[in-house]
């Protein structure tokens, strides 16, 4: 069969088995079912070495199919002030599982004035129609390390986000 008009319509009936003998575009791509989204622009100080949640990233989403994935984006203004050769870390958790870690910062003799900003980008498949909470957590490697997210020690204030995309099947 040869459609040559645009707009042509093909009828399959019941039963029978479409084959393609070449290349199709698909008929459809990810669609994006829901947006849930925070914004934190409260500077907030934490100094922990095992990780901890940062109050104000954290938002619950409820997927409307089994097969709906979550794409969770972040970005997250942080500083510190480091003498040492410490290590900053975050990783996004989905209700109490860890699904992506990421390394912050690695910087000796870095003034507390400095802001530095990570992007942690994950897509996430939760198999399940029931709400799920996605939080942002951070730790350093020396538990008297100060990490300021959202501003820095001059008091400037910035915003980190949290954003979660429901990708439709």
Do not use: C, W
Request: proline content about 3%; glycine content about 8%; cysteine-free.
């Amino acid at each position: 069969i040869t459609v040559g008009q645009s707009g042509d319509t093909i009828s399959i009936p019941s039963g029978a088995t479409l084959s393609n003998q070449g290349t199709t575009v698909p008929t459809s791509f990810g669609k994006i079912g829901q947006v849930k989204s925070v914004n934190l622009s409260t500077a907030t100080t934490y100094n922990n070495s095992s990780f901890t949640d940062i109050a104000g990233l954290s938002l619950s989403i409820t997927p409307s199919a089994t097969g709906s994935k979550i794409l969770i984006m972040s970005s997250l203004s942080y500083s510190y002030d480091d003498s040492g050769e410490n290590r900053i870390y975050f990783q996004i958790v989905r209700d109490s599982t860890s699904v992506m870690i990421t390394s912050g910062a690695f910087d000796t003799n870095v003034d507390s004035a400095h802001l530095s900003t990570t992007t942690p980008l994950f897509l996430d498949s939760p198999n399940t129609t029931s709400a799920v909470t996605y939080k942002i957590q951070g730790k350093s490697t020396n538990s008297s390390l100060d990490i300021r997210i959202s501003g820095n020690s001059d008091s400037t204030q910035t915003t980190s986000t949290l954003t979660l995309f429901e990708v439709l099947e």
